[in-house]
């Protein structure tokens, strides 16, 4: 049964970079086959896909904040990471990682995190 | 982007109430849609992809209907632990983009 869990940081000061990393266990990133993403969801809000990587390093990121996003993987930890620079309190959400088919482009977010808020504030 | 709009925002329905969501794309995205459910403080259940077909494990009241720009899930009889917010997804061209949610209510 795979499991991806999210850890870093719970709260971070405005202008200074927000963290994250996504350990996956019960398979392995280097196999290959899906895609690792990043979503997000503001308090009471909605849900926003924030970017993938593949296991390649190979990426896509939202453009709403591709200026201030990295997102990278380690295969030889099974994680992958997101680094979002500049933060402001509109960033204050919780944080989720997940798990899509590379294969299969109608494919869902099959598995998630249990999500981390992260909060942005002095 | 795809804009995704879901109506209601919110719905009040009792248990064993039939109970339709609609999600509508500000453009056609041929059958890539997943809906979700969410229940609070906890991430978001597939439900439904590629816009009919039901998740693993998924019970069989819950069914998705829909192409181009306008889809539905429907639960065929609520069930309490249907209460929850559900969210349509689009998977048609990034970036990939969410509904507004539907919360479902006890009346």
């Known amino acids: 049964q795979v499991q991806l869990q999210e850890s870093g940081p719970g709260l971070v000061k405005p202008s200074q970079t927000l963290s994250l990393t996504c350990t996956v266990s019960g398979g392995s990133i280097s196999n290959g086959g899906y895609y690792w993403s990043w979503i997000r969801q503001r308090p009471g809000k909605g849900l926003e896909w924030i970017g993938y990587i593949y296991y390649s390093g190979s990426s896509y990121y939202n453009p709403s904040l591709k200026s201030r996003l990295t997102i990278s993987v380690d295969t030889s930890k099974n994680q992958f990471s997101l680094k979002l620079s500049s933060v402001t309190a509109a960033d204050t959400a919780v944080y989720y990682c997940?798990?899509?088919?590379?294969?299969?482009?109608?494919?869902?977010?099959?598995?998630w995190g249990q999500g981390t808020l992260v909060t942005v504030s002095s | 982007d795809i804009q995704l709009t879901q109506s209601p925002s919110f719905l009040s329905a009792s248990v064993g109430d039939r109970v339709t969501i609609t999600c509508r794309a500000s453009?056609?995205?041929?059958?890539?849609l997943a809906w979700y459910q969410q229940k609070p403080g906890k991430a978001p259940k597939v439900l439904i992809y590629?816009?009919?077909t039901l998740q693993s494990g998924v019970p069989l009241r819950f069914s998705g209907s829909g192409s181009g720009t306008e889809f539905t899930l429907t639960i065929s009889s609520l069930q309490p632990e249907d209460f929850a917010t559900y969210y349509c997804?689009?998977?048609?061209?990034?970036?990939?983009?969410f509904g507004g949610g539907t919360k479902v209510e006890i009346k």
């Open positions: 997940a798990r899509s088919d590379y294969f299969d482009s109608s494919a869902p977010f099959d598995y």
């Open positions: 997804q689009q998977l048609n061209s990034y970036p990939l983009t």
């Open positions: 453009q056609g995205i041929s059958s890539y």
């Open positions: 590629a816009a009919s």
